[in-house]
């Protein structure tokens, strides 16, 4: 497996495979001061032709950035489950996404690709996490949620039954989310409203 990021998020990841006796070759990043991470070498800037028939993960915490360099990666993309994860066998988990330590993921979610489900977090039955979304900590999804494209749950946010929310959204840590929530906008609170729309 190769990574492009030598992030805290990478730090993450690279826990989650060495649980899953995984091997990790390298690390893409692009400061090229950063010489290895945790005894993995860091191998400079992108690069198709290094190691070209491994997976790789992108181990960058931030969706946009994720997208942007998920447009120009020509290896293969990997995905990885924490073991200690509990994964109903009926989720859809596209290539590229991550779901770490202690998250649970009930009957017939289906994530979409370059999708992270950090530590602790829940995900119920019938969920669609669009592509490039990132479930922040010990966030609750409850069923029937469909999280739009690119759109950040912040860390113990919380999103009751059959709420639809737009693509490219920011949902501050500890909301609550109760109405459905338009594309591109900043939410918070308890209940949560929406401050802006930004449109970018």
């Known amino acids: 497996m190769l990574l492009y990021g030598a992030s805290g998020h990478a730090k993450v990841i690279i826990s989650c495979l060495r649980a899953n006796r995984v091997p990790i070759s390298g690390i893409f990043d692009d400061d090229l001061q950063k010489k290895d991470l945790w005894s993995i070498p860091v191998i400079g800037k992108y690069n198709p032709d290094f190691d070209n028939e491994s997976l790789l993960i992108i181990a960058i915490g931030n969706n946009q950035i994720r997208r942007k360099i998920a447009s120009f990666i020509q290896h293969p993309f990997g995905k990885v489950t924490h073991p200690s994860a509990i994964i109903d066998e009926s989720v859809k988990i596209s290539a590229g996404s991550v779901i770490f330590h202690n998250v649970v993921v009930q009957a017939d979610v289906s994530i979409g690709k370059h999708v992270i489900i950090n530590t602790s977090s829940s995900v119920d039955h019938d969920c669609i996490l669009g592509d490039f979304v990132h479930v922040a900590p010990n966030a609750t999804l409850c069923g029937n949620v469909r999280v739009g494209e690119g759109t950040l749950i912040g860390a113990g946010t919380i999103v009751t039954p059959n709420i639809t929310i737009g693509k ?23 209940p949560a409203r929406v401050l802006k729309i930004t449109y970018d």
């Open 168 to 190: 490219n959204c920011l949902i501050a840590a500890g909301s609550v989310i109760t109405k459905h929530i338009p594309d591109y906008a900043i939410v918070r609170g308890n």
